[in-house]
């Protein structure tokens, strides 16, 4: 499966890209612009570019990006969300390491929902 990134979320992203990701920037910048009144450029980029591919899902955890996106009947999942999902489908070993990869980074997240996450990985 081809996942496909905008631009500026590369840029925002600051490290070195799978080579199965392919970089596509936005064709309606109006949209994108728009939507960057409201929420930052990633996730304003993200869901300009889900509007021009209706079948996909984008990654958000902003809840306001992620109002949006509902507004706009757009697919989407969260970052623990890809993480569980990877877990079910035997990708990696345990969610644990990764959580506590996110716990040392800027990435809030609170107790409850770790313990929910490790519950819907099988691993509490």
Do not use: C
Request: no cysteine.
């Amino acid at each position: 499966m081809v996942k496909f990134l905008q631009r500026s979320i590369v840029i925002e992203y600051g490290d070195t890209l799978p080579n199965w990701v392919t970089i596509l920037s936005v064709k309606d910048k109006l949209k994108q612009q728009m939507l960057e009144s409201q929420i930052d450029k990633g996730e304003s980029s993200a869901i300009a570019l889900a509007l021009e591919f209706p079948t996909s899902v984008v990654i958000l955890d902003d809840d306001k990006a992620r109002k949006i996106a509902r507004h706009l009947q757009i697919n989407f999942t969260g970052t623990l969300g890809v993480i569980i999902s990877a877990k079910l489908k035997g990708i990696i070993p345990s969610i644990r390491p990764l959580l506590q990869k996110i716990r040392d980074t800027n990435f809030r997240i609170t107790n409850e929902l770790e313990i929910l996450a490790l519950k819907e990985a099988n691993e509490f």
